[in-house]
């Protein structure tokens, strides 16, 4: 994968967006744990993953992580993974977040697109996602892309008690 500047507009990688100036993508690896997973229990607290299930994530062949980085000092302000085994036909996101200073200046939208170009590389057709029913920012973010709600996982984020609300995004005639 190339380096790429930040998306304005969904389904557009490549084209720049002013509010993300001086950051950029680049692929991750486990040389970025201690960043993302510092990221990941400050944004997801009760949700967040586990240090070891991060690391397992970031060495996954199967998977394609990505984060999104200032410079000098190279700062991660973002990132998100999908999973994409090659031959299956299906990919999940995994996961994403930016930090909150780095919100709403279209990175979480490069991210994205980004996972997407990862999993039309491994010729999937359906792109799946699950997210909080409490959350509608994400929700928006995924509706923009084009994805749509196929189920509700009821209580699916526990303790909680919260909906886990299922979307799909059909890539197959996008290869
Ligand atoms: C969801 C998240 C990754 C979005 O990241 P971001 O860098 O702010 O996203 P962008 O700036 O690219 O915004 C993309 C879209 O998200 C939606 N969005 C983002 N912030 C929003 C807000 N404050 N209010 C409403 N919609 C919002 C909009 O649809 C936006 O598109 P637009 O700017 O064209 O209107 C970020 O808010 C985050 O990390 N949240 C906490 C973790 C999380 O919820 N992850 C998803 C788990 S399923």
Redesign the pocket.
């Given at each position: 994968m190339s380096e790429q500047t930040?998306t304005?507009?969904?389904g557009e990688p490549g084209s720049t967006?002013p509010?993300?100036a001086g950051i950029r993508i680049r692929r991750a690896d486990q040389a970025d744990l201690d960043q993302i997973f510092a990221i990941e229990v400050d944004?997801?607290a009760s949700d967040a993953w586990s240090r070891d299930l991060m690391h397992h994530e970031l060495v996954d062949k199967n998977c394609h992580y990505v984060v999104?980085v200032t410079d000098a000092p190279e700062t991660i302000v973002?990132y998100?993974g999908v999973l994409a085994p090659r031959g299956s036909g299906d990919a999940d996101?995994q996961?994403?977040?930016?930090?909150?200073a780095?919100?709403?200046?279209?990175?979480?939208?490069?991210?994205?697109n980004e996972l997407l170009v990862a999993a039309r590389e491994a010729r999937a057709q359906r792109v799946f996602?699950?997210?909080?029913a409490d959350?509608?920012?994400?929700?928006?973010?995924?509706?923009?892309l084009g994805f749509a709600e196929i189920g509700v996982r009821e209580g699916y984020y526990q303790p909680d008690n919260v909906d886990a609300v299922i979307m799909r995004l059909d890539i197959g005639g996008q290869q």
């Open positions: 930040p304005g507009q969904p967006d509010r993300s944004v997801f999104a973002g998100g996101i996961t994403i977040a930016t930090i909150p780095a919100r709403r200046r279209g990175v979480g939208r490069v991210i994205m996602l699950e997210v909080r959350n509608p920012i994400a929700m928006g973010l995924y509706r923009s």
